[in-house]
């Protein structure tokens, strides 16, 4: 690719993750959203034209469904590949497993979402961990919310040479908020059938330094993740110490219990209040005055958007899948400024 | 007190633990109800003179609203301790530290909740750690629901010589379920503001030798909290021998996901179609299937009945101040009998 034009990037699904991978690629200056594919006909395919972003059928037959239903569209998902450098794909698993095979015939670089496995790509994708390796490959594939979380702050430990071993209990949402009348649970907890919870290899396919073990539960509502974490570390350390380490991850929130952060949906509101797009909180907001050192034993928790803490990974996994940009942290600066990640000062 | 005769109990507090032990009273062989004393003049009041159970005013006055109002009144609770030998207070918390200097000044042998003070009784009690040394004190306090989970479970690991230290994180139920009227959470999840929270320190003041630290977090739901563990073993074990362990408390009882078991709300639905009183959960319900054994290292997760978890060790602390029963493993099986706990057969 040419440098100094724009990396023309095509998302193919417009669901909770596409809507808003959709957005932050129209706020790069080094990108250009390319068009958006689904299968929808209902109000959320004119949400796509009226944003004034080009809307595509998933195959040729959806997008004639689509403007016989009087929808403005582009043309097919071939023809979107067709006009673009890059593909990420958001569209659900079953389908994502599909599209893969298109994207490797056309030759087209693709993105695939964490519920995907590894294998598919052979590559995973933390900025702050593994952007790097992932300097001019094909394909990547952007690790899930939970474990995105995981990476960042466990490689924030790693750096700072405290990491021994974290051990973590996951509470995850049941469902995402959009999709709570298709069903969720009520008024019950439900734990994951297997010890350890598949987040915790995941992270290792990031990083297999990290020693990681997760189980995890499923709690009646719809905001966002929660996860505890008892951490052996590798040597005795201070808080400040900790804290100073989560405050170099450039993706790391530190908010506190007595500015009346006392829950998950205050920092929500927080978020909507900050006028940020979906209220997406793209970092981990991890409670800094709730963390307690205990001699070599570190004990935390975090909050995790899962519908935003991948959005930012995505761009910067575009930039370095395309070679656009060979520095991480200039990448990841970039992508910050653009979604006003940073503009808490939450850390004080 | 003399041996061959029934322990006269009275119970003070007709709320959720006071009625479940009214009832589990009325159900030893040993021990004869003297009456239940309550300050409120609504349904909650009749439930008492329609089980047969004495029912006494909390005061003169309410006594006197009390019989006004049409109950059956036998007194008051001066009237009613005048007639017992022991007294469980299941009164709220502000409440209870006023009753206990009425309970000194009576020179009544006495039993308070886990929402006091250890410095309260300067005895904490669970039956499986410290019955023998409550054997004829004056006073005792039944910890809370957490905290006896906790100490049943971290007992029977180092009872077998396999605990060095416990970390676990606590999902607390928001509200009980016939006060959820009252308030709870929605759709949010709550942090406990301080890491440790006070459930590990609060173990320790039944067994000081327990290294346990804890987290917690108040997640929206009434039926139960759920617990999860990362165990230090003090050796590499087999997963057989953990089960063993846990399998030798008399008071927790082993489930499967693979039974169906997949959430609390089965367990309680379990409960309800055993016939037990408000479908109480008395044991520690843990997932054998979901536990996990890495090396030297032990992982799971259990559920706890808040609501009548402590019931049967109230029981075993009666006996046992009241000195009707040296052995602590007689009292505990006889308490076991009586509330049918065991009947599960659930650990195969």
Same mark, same amino acid.
């Given at each position: 690719?040419?440098?100094?034009?724009?990396?023309?990037?095509?998302? =193919?699904?417009?669901?909770?993750?596409?809507?808003?991978?959709?957005? #932050?690629?129209?706020?790069?200056?080094?990108?250009? %959203?390319?068009?958006?594919?689904?299968?929808?006909?209902?109000?959320?395919?004119? $949400?796509?034209?009226?944003?004034?972003?080009?809307? /595509?059928? #998933?195959?040729? &037959?959806?997008?004639?469904?689509?403007?016989?239903?009087?929808? &403005?569209?582009?043309?097919?998902?071939?023809?979107? +590949? #067709?006009?673009?450098?890059?593909?990420?794909?958001?569209?659900?698993?079953?389908?994502?497993?599909?599209?893969?095979? *298109?994207?490797?015939?056309?030759? $087209?670089? /693709?993105?695939?979402?964490?519920?995907?496995?590894?294998?598919?790509?052979?590559?995973?994708?933390?900025?702050?961990?593994?952007?790097?390796?992932?300097?001019?490959? !094909?394909?990547?594939?952007?690790?899930?919310? =939970? *474990?995105?979380?995981?990476?960042?702050? +466990?490689? @924030?430990?790693?750096? #700072?040479?405290? +990491?021994?071993?974290?051990?973590?209990?996951?509470?995850?949402?049941?469902?995402?908020?959009?999709?709570?009348?298709?069903?969720?649970?009520? =008024?019950?907890?439900?734990?994951?059938?297997?010890?350890?919870?598949?987040?915790?290899? !995941?992270?290792?396919?990031?990083?297999?330094?990290?020693?990681?073990?997760?189980?995890?539960?499923?709690?009646? &509502?719809? %905001?966002?993740?929660?996860?505890?974490?008892?951490?052996?570390?590798?040597?005795?350390?201070?808080?400040?110490?900790?804290?100073?380490?989560?405050?170099?991850?450039?993706?790391?929130?530190?908010?506190?219990?007595?500015?009346?952060?006392?829950?998950?949906?205050?920092?929500?509101?927080?978020?909507?209040?900050?006028?940020?797009?979906?209220?997406?909180?793209?970092?981990?907001?991890?409670?800094?005055?709730?963390?307690?050192?205990?001699?070599?034993?570190?004990?935390?928790?975090?909050?995790?958007?899962?519908?935003?803490?991948?959005?930012?990974?995505?761009?910067?996994?575009?930039? @370095?899948?395309?070679?656009?940009?060979?520095?991480?942290?200039?990448?990841?600066?970039?992508? =910050?400024?653009?979604?006003?990640?940073?503009?808490?000062?939450?850390?004080?």
């Amino acid at each position: 690719m040419e440098k100094g034009k724009a990396i023309r990037v095509a998302v =193919n699904g417009y669901g909770v993750i596409g809507k808003r991978v959709a957005d #932050a690629v129209a706020a790069q200056d080094d990108m250009q %959203l390319a068009g958006v594919a689904d299968v929808t006909l209902d109000w959320r395919a004119r $949400i796509v034209t009226g944003k004034g972003f080009r809307l /595509f059928g #998933a195959t040729t &037959e959806r997008a004639e469904a689509m403007a016989k239903s009087g929808l &403005e569209v582009a043309g097919s998902l071939e023809d979107l +590949l #067709a006009g673009a450098d890059i593909v990420v794909d958001c569209t659900p698993k079953h389908v994502a497993t599909g599209n893969v095979e *298109t994207y490797r015939r056309k030759g $087209i670089k /693709f993105i695939v979402q964490g519920g995907e496995k590894h294998s598919v790509t052979g590559h995973s994708f933390v900025a702050e961990a593994s952007y790097e390796t992932a300097l001019g490959r !094909d394909c990547t594939r952007v690790v899930s919310c =939970n *474990t995105t979380s995981i990476v960042r702050t +466990l490689s @924030a430990l790693k750096f #700072a040479g405290l +990491l021994a071993r974290a051990r973590g209990t996951l509470l995850r949402r049941a469902t995402d908020p959009w999709e709570s009348h298709l069903g969720g649970i009520m =008024n019950t907890l439900v734990p994951e059938a297997e010890i350890p919870s598949h987040q915790g290899p !995941d992270a290792r396919s990031v990083d297999p330094d990290l020693d990681v073990i997760t189980m995890a539960v499923k709690v009646p &509502e719809t %905001l966002a993740h929660m996860h505890y974490w008892s951490v052996q570390l590798a040597r005795k350390a201070e808080k400040d110490e900790i804290l100073e380490a989560f405050c170099s991850s450039p993706r790391i929130s530190l908010v506190r219990m007595s500015d009346g952060l006392t829950a998950i949906n205050a920092i929500k509101e927080l978020m909507a209040d900050l006028g940020r797009p979906h209220d997406n909180l793209y970092e981990v907001a991890l409670w800094s005055d709730m963390l307690k050192v205990e001699g070599d034993e570190l004990f935390y928790a975090y909050m995790v958007d899962n519908q935003a803490i991948v959005i930012p990974e995505t761009i910067d996994a575009i930039r @370095a899948l395309t070679g656009f940009q060979a520095d991480a942290r200039a990448s990841i600066a970039q992508t =910050n400024a653009s979604l006003k990640i940073g503009q808490l000062n939450l850390r004080a």
